[in-house]
């Protein structure tokens, strides 16, 4: 089956422009998560949902970053004013696991962002 | 804050030979899994082999085994019989304290593989 798809794959923004970058999970996968991953370094969790609902934002940088999954499948990252700062890969991962489980995560192709 | 912490940056391997990449975490949950990922070039994660804490058994997938030391919190990979296909960054995981199931990764190790 399908694997867990993000687009753009590159994406150049200009300092202050606003970016949206598009996840679609693993179908049926109830839990999604978002990370960060800077050059040279681990991915750094950003947000988690499970269905539609955000549980867990405690990892998005800055208020500029917001994330969306209304019903429940495909998500969007949204970083308004992008600053140099955020230039990084952002990889998006699914899981089957709605509670406490295996933690058996999916993992995208990630979206380079680079902010000039 | 809770870490994983991979201490080689970078590691080499002759073609067929076996290696070992180490990696050692913090957790105070009692009952928790680790996982082994990998990352080729192309930048897609890969889970490579997991392990549960409550087995005392170190899980084994084909040439890809572990040596869990529970006690000394430490999660060791070791690849038998490299191929030039295993030429990726490893990264060492665990499920954040407390949390839904996120990951915290440790920085990773490059693995080169020599033909």
């Known amino acids: 089956g399908a694997g867990v798809s993000q687009s753009p794959r590159y994406k150049v923004a200009k300092r202050g422009q606003d970016v949206a970058l598009r996840c679609d999970p693993i179908s049926g996968h109830v839990s999604l998560f978002w990370y960060q991953q800077a050059l040279g370094q681990g991915p750094e969790f950003l947000t988690y949902f499970q269905n539609e609902a955000q549980l867990d934002k405690s990892g998005l940088p800055s208020d500029r970053f917001f994330a969306e999954r209304p019903e429940g499948s495909v998500s969007t990252l949204k970083i308004q004013r992008t600053q140099q700062e955020d230039s990084a890969v952002y990889l998006c991962?699914?899981?089957?696991?709605?509670?406490?489980?295996?933690?058996?995560?999916?993992f995208g192709p990630g979206t380079r962002l680079t902010v000039t | 804050a809770q870490t994983v912490t991979q201490s080689q940056p970078e590691m080499s391997v002759q073609e067929a030979e076996t290696v070992t990449l180490s990696c050692t975490y913090d957790t105070s949950e009692s009952d928790y899994y680790l996982f082994w990922y990998k990352q080729p070039p192309s930048r897609q994660m890969i889970l490579v082999i997991r392990?549960?804490?409550?087995?005392?058994q170190n899980a084994t997938e084909n040439r890809f085994s572990v040596n869990f030391q529970k006690a000394a919190k430490s999660f060791s990979l070791k690849i038998s019989d490299s191929q030039l296909g295993d030429a990726a960054m490893y990264f060492c995981?665990?499920?954040?304290?407390?949390?839904?199931?996120?990951?915290?990764f440790g920085k990773g190790t490059k693995l080169s593989v020599k033909p």
């Open positions: 995981a665990s499920p954040a304290l407390g949390s839904q199931g996120n990951l915290i």
């Open positions: 991962a699914s899981s089957d696991t709605g509670v406490k489980g295996t933690y058996e995560q999916y």
């Open positions: 392990q549960e804490a409550y087995k005392q």
